[in-house]
């Protein structure tokens, strides 16, 4: 039963808030979590049994599972939200999660690539379809600070580069729209002009970069192709999809761009989200004082 209303709040969350399909998914997959523990641990079959006890017990289960500290404050996001959800259906009278707090989270800086690795990494020669797909993908992402998921969605509509701009749908189907360089404009036009047609092969798509068969390229397609790429480029760092946008933030900020203006760009609602970079810049430059001063 306790199913029932979880599928009822993620259609909520779909229509009348128009999450993104992946935030639906990560959703799901804690609330799934969440109600499984309830049913077999703590025995409820009806909302109005479920306790703040309840609630405080699956935390626990979720810490001595050795979840992380952003697993568990992610779950209590989800929590909250469906049990908002119930009063407010009236399917419940009290919010049980009423009061529970996140832990206080232990962020740990990005990885980033100095300024040499992003040339190295870039550094693509081969005039081959594929070849030229991967420089324009990571031309893309370091020249706007795209997540992943946001440019495999892209079409090809979505590019305005007489104007020098890409318009993306980020978290929430929230529109934005970020400048592009010349260099990437450059990789971005030469793809669709020497490489897209042959990997398309005919296939009538509007998703801009595509894989050999012609099909979307995939979140885990191009994870494959980064990390193959910074092995090539001789990379060390645990790269990760997201390595390119920390890239972006960091040098912009590193280079004087105002924090807001990063912010824009990269479509964080909240600015705290993005001052984690100017952690990241002040941690890069005690490391290069210390690194080449001559009495560090």
């Not at 050795?66 to 908002?84: C, V, W």
């Not at 609602?269 to 810049?281: A, F, K, L, P, R």
Request: hydrophobic residues 35%; proline residues 3%.
């Amino acid at each position: 039963m306790l199913h029932n209303e979880l599928e009822d709040f993620l259609h909520f969350l779909q229509i009348e808030r128009g999450l993104a399909e992946n935030t639906l998914t990560s959703y799901k997959r804690d609330l799934k979590n969440y109600i499984k523990h309830l049913e077999k641990e703590a025995a409820k079959t009806n909302w109005k049994e479920v306790s703040r006890n309840d609630i405080i017990q699956f935390l626990y289960h979720l810490k001595d599972n050795e979840k992380s500290t952003a697993t568990i404050s992610r779950h209590i996001s989800s929590i909250r939200s469906l049990h908002q959800f119930l009063v407010r259906e009236q399917i419940v009278a009290q919010d049980a999660s009423l009061h529970i707090e996140k832990p206080k989270n232990d962020r740990t800086l990005p990885d980033v690539l100095a300024q040499e690795e992003i040339d190295k990494l870039l550094e693509i020669n081969d005039d081959t379809p594929l070849e030229l797909r991967t420089k324009a993908m990571l031309e893309l992402l370091y020249a706007t600070g795209l997540r992943v998921t946001e440019m495999i969605e892209l079409k090809t509509n979505d590019l305005h580069l007489m104007m020098g701009f890409v318009q993306c749908f980020g978290k929430g189907s929230k529109e934005r729209i970020v400048p592009l360089g010349n260099t990437a404009i450059h990789a971005i036009e030469d793809y669709l002009e020497n490489a897209r047609p042959k990997l398309v092969k005919g296939q009538s798509t509007q998703t801009l970069f595509v894989n050999q068969h012609g099909r979307p390229l995939s979140r885990q397609g191009f994870w494959k192709i980064l990390k193959k790429k910074a092995l090539e480029a001789g990379i060390k760092k645990n790269i990760t999809p997201h390595t390119l946008r920390h890239s972006f933030a960091t040098h912009l900020l590193e280079n004087g761009a105002d924090l807001r203006i990063v912010q824009e760009m990269l479509g964080h609602e909240d600015i705290s989200t993005t001052q984690i970079y100017t952690h990241v810049t002040k941690k890069r430059l005690k490391d290069m004082y210390k690194a080449y001063h001559p009495r560090a």
